[in-house]
């Protein structure tokens, strides 16, 4: 009987979450796929352009390195670099432009002291935690019967959706501030801002799927525990 549920359970949360995560990132890959490989009329690669940004807020201190993959960009606080992937460091595409805007949105984050991301950075022990932990526990407390068990279960899970919950403003604030750094600055024409601005938006998208996915595991989870409970 158990597992007969926990099938149907998979089923009405997990499933839909699953295919809202797997669109998301066929869309991203697809979107950065068509401005990847459409050349913007300054020349700018990724590097110059994330450099550019970085300068003109009074960054300098932040390096810009090269890391292999694609799509693998990301802002180190602790280092103070940005870590630019191979589709994106040399490429003088919209894409990459768009991209590396964004990793340097989060530096300036870091900068303003913008207090999501120092929140998000700040629980990230914890939420790791919750994430590692949350469903063995929850898992016992379903064999053994253990409403506790599922109670620090589901605990422990809503500390890791809370990080998906923090994460969802922080890359929203930091697209935003990448679109408004490369029209203010003329680094891309008008009709090239609008696919930097598709390629963002596809990648904001993959967090608001994570979310949802996050969303699902914990409705599931007090689904299972309210059934325990009428047992």
């Not at 103070?80 to 894409?95: E, K, P």
């Amino acid at each position: 009987m158990l597992w007969g549920f926990v099938d149907v359970t998979y089923l009405v949360f997990l499933l839909p979450a699953a295919l809202i995560a797997l669109w998301a990132q066929v869309n991203l890959k697809s979107t950065y796929a068509k401005y990847g490989q459409m050349f913007n009329r300054e020349g700018l690669t990724g590097a110059q352009a994330a450099r550019m940004i970085l300068d003109r807020n009074g960054l300098q201190h932040i390096r810009i390195e090269r890391v292999s993959g694609n799509l693998t960009d990301h802002y180190s606080p602790k280092e103070n670099v940005i870590r630019l992937s191979d589709s994106t460091y040399n490429a003088a595409t919209i894409g990459a432009v768009g991209v590396a805007a964004h990793e340097t949105g989060h530096a300036i984050q870091y900068d303003v002291g913008y207090f999501p991301i120092r929140l998000r950075n700040g629980i990230i022990p914890l939420c790791q935690i919750g994430s590692q932990l949350s469903w063995p526990l929850f898992l016992l407390g379903l064999i053994f019967q253990q409403g506790i068990l599922l109670d620090i279960g589901i605990v422990l899970f809503c500390l890791a959706t809370l990080f998906q919950i923090i994460t969802l403003p922080v890359e929203f604030n930091a697209s935003r501030r990448a679109m408004e750094t490369l029209e203010e600055g003329s680094m891309l024409a008008q009709d090239e801002l609008k696919g930097a601005r598709k390629v963002l938006t596809a990648a904001a998208m993959t967090y608001v799927a994570a979310l949802v996915t996050a969303l699902a595991h914990l409705l599931r989870m007090l689904v299972l525990r309210n059934r325990n409970d009428n047992r």
